[in-house]
């Protein structure tokens, strides 16, 4: 090859290849990775923000959103501001909203089988944690309780603190008190419960309740001692019974179906498994506190007229109310089978026991004020 072709050819290729190179390093410069797509969730629930349970769920809301490094955001409606009490279920099985957390005792017979610890007389005080965990082991474990959400994501279940009995103008302190007794009970089971006892059951929607106590259309109401403050009864009522009853109700905490499928397999997960248990224990520590200080509170409040069911006489009531048990067993056995109805309610009591409070759980203590804190709250327990 002559020598002046060689060179004009070497000039040619360099400029080639460098152009290439350029073009190829403007092209790597000028490209930018694409951003995380965002979620954003509407959550509902009946009771005001300034309830410890909704604070607890803000909290949960604010941690998802910062393990999730800001791919998931929250827009929390409280007090029924997505819809009725009655309603938040159906309002996100139907795509209304998102997540909701659905009360159990404002759906009586949709949840039989899951219903079983609202059965009385079968935790011991204070019972909020014992009932989370104790629900969360059995939904994991029996696919017959899964089998009532498959229109819906479950992704936990929480209790508020056990009932007492609280009275306008009678004291009560033995079964005989209550006979003839018109009290507010919400949940079938409980109702079914005060009957076995003496008492005449009404069914109001707790907003209802306060009028009726203060106008003496019922003489008293089983509710949790927290909720009594929140719905202003204890503005009403004189005698307090420390006899702690039941769990009546409990909260599915349920995500619309398509919203769950939308989410990629990593978000998915930080709403599942171990983390679902993490936030019903959560959940299980702010109730047990809550429990306990309501306990101390009223005790000694000069307020208030408090009495402790004695042990002798809570297994009175305990007794009276055993034939619950069968036939809670009799209402599922023709969906799941008398063999695993029985399987189940000796699960009941035998996580019952391995999960009952034993002290303050300093673990779960660190994480409910580290939640509470990032959410703005003050972590009062």
Known sequence: ??????????????????????????????????????FNFTLGTMNPTTDLADQSMVAWEKWIERESEGRIKFTHMAAESMAGATDLYDAV??????????????????????????????????????????????????PELQAEFTDVKLLFIYYGSTTQLLTVDKQVKTMEDLRGMVLCEIGPWVQKALTLLGGVPENLPPPDIYDALAKGVVDGVEVNLGAAQV??????????THNSAAQPGYFTVVMNQNKWNSLPPDLQELFSGENALLVSKMFGYQSDQRELADYDKFKVSPDYVFYELTNDERERWKQTCAPLKDEWIQSVTSDIGEEQANAIWEDVLKFAEQYKYSGIDVEMQEIYRDWMVQAGFDPVY
């Open 93 to 142: 099985r139907s795509g209304i909203g998102d997540i909701a957390a659905q009360y159990s005792a404002f759906m009586a017979g949709r949840y039989p089988v899951n219903d079983v610890l609202s059965i009385p007389y079968l935790l011991s005080f204070p019972t909020g944690n014992t009932a989370n965990v104790t629900h969360m082991e059995l939904y994991e474990k029996y």
């Open 1 to 38: 090859m002559p020598k002046r072709l060689f060179i004009s050819f070497m000039v040619v290729f360099v400029i080639v290849f460098t152009t290439g190179l350029l073009l190829n390093g403007c092209t790597k410069t000028t490209t930018t990775s694409q951003p995380a797509q965002v």
């Open 231 to 240: 719905f202003n009864y204890t503005d009403v009522i004189k005698y307090i």
